[in-house]
């Protein structure tokens, strides 16, 4: 095992390949897609090189504003409302037996192997009026009638929480498992009641983890296309359906690869805090 | 007055039984050592009495109040834990002040007390420190000032030193007592070393397999062992079988002994310390019974500085005897000799029942 850092050509050579894979199907596509935010539309035509900022200028249109506002609220509600969920859970979870921890794991894994359109339709099916839950409640004497539920914001916020929640679990878990018990016990007999000890303890000691978290689940929802479509209306919809709209159905290349652009920026920037807050909790 | 009473505290898990039953009564200010191999349940005691662990069965009562049902929070015991459990996030001061922080006690408050409480364990201008930054002294320290933050009428230890390197351990031991003592609180340690038991206790519970053995002073357990597992875990003891021939005499390996306390028939078991067993050089035929001498032969000897140790094969038993290096007596190994277990050094046990 060799400690110090690589010097010679062939000691660097390892790394080769992974970062040619990282420049041609990362670094080159988006090179490119920077070129063509700043190239021109031709109306009912394509685009044509040039170097103009047009695109970038309708950013400061109320309606693009309104969806990116949107977008960054929603992924933010769902990073909030998941690891809101997700860290009492994981809480939980890593002081199960081993067995019941390996089929929790199993399940939530299992949920990941689902795909975002089967995600979607199960989730309108369940909200449905025809086949819903609303039906169980009416059954149950909860409801007068059967209701539909989707789409609606509600319907779509449940959605992402739920394809996110996984990803949370799975995130967190190495973090909590490695948390000492003993922590909370020390909190309990110096006078601080279970619900408290968590707040007081668990929670502002792993807050860096929270944090990196919380911004994880952020960037994943930011990213949400198609779950807005099959669960939220029109104006449930996000940035990346926008583009979709830009880029496929109004036929403006530029202006979709500049909001691109903004939302990959966006993600770097966010995912650069998720490692910062990472790196400080291993210095403490 | 009766400070702390363990009324047949049990605990299961499932089938197997951790806590056997333990029936204790600590009076006030007494410093307590649970004491017993690894497994033996002297950590689930104590965690019982934290109100961590709920009891199966018994009860706990501290000054005639029932507290087996209060929640560890309301039970108001400082107690410092194997791992410390300092809290990662804060301070020294911070950890110190947290059970004032739950109770809302001032900024100020606090701030006093923590610095009150570093002065007590003699660990000054550290109160800013964050916890990750502290020798692991230091950090023991801190975690006894903040189990004894609120005062509490019981101080309960967990293995508190068992991170700390030999010397600073027994430097620890010293001054855990001292503090003990200066604040005159009832405490209760778990360990496993028996030095540091008899180092720090007033009271010595011995323990093993769930069941508490023996609950006396460090020297009667030492001196007057209740079982033949006491005598054996506390110090090095030689166990001789027995069968009572006659009242007052007893036959064990290699002869019979005149001893006092022998019950009037049946198998016992001896107990006799090391440095009780006085070596003579001439072989054992020309004594007799009357002087508790028994015939054997040196197998092994060694010096080990402010004493010697003999082994002696005494009818294929091997007993153990220490003596200072002055009163050495002039044997060699394989030579014949004859040792002298005096009536008044043997203490008499019950036999061993098979475990």
Redesign the interface.
Known sequence: MIRRAPRTFAEHSPILFPALMLVVFFVIPFSLMIAVSVFRRVPGGFYEPDFVFSNYERFLTTFFGGVMSFSLGLAGLVAAVAVGIAFPFTYRLVRLPRPNQIRWLVFLLSILSLSEVIIGFAWSTLLSRTAGITNLFVALGLMAEPQSLSPSFGALLAGLVYQAFPYTVLVLYPALARF?P??V??????????L??FF??VV??L?NTIVATTIMVFVFALGSYLLPQLLGRPQHWTLSVLITDQAIYQSNMPFAAAMAVFLVLVSLALVGLALLAGRREEV? | MSALVLDGLTKRYGSTVAVHGASLRIPHGQFVCLLGPSGCGKTTLLRMIAGLEEPSGGRLLIDDRDITDTPAHTREFGMVFQSLALFPHLTAGENIAYPLRIRGVSRADQRRRAEELLELVRLPGVADRPVSKLSGGQRQRVAIARALALSPKLFLLDEPLSALDAKLREAMQIELKQLQRRLGITTIVVTHDQREAMTMADLVVVMSQGRIHQAASPMEVYRQPADAFVADFIGLTNLLDGQVVQPGTVQVPGGALSLPNLPPSGRVLLSIRPEEVIVHPTSGDGSNGSLNRLPGTLSFMRDLGSSVEFRIDVAGKEIIALSRPQDRPPVEPGGALSVELPPGSCVVLPPMVAS
């Open positions: 000492d003993y922590l016990e020390a909190a309990r007999t110096l006078g601080a009641s279970p408290r000890a007081t303890v502002p000691a807050r403490a």
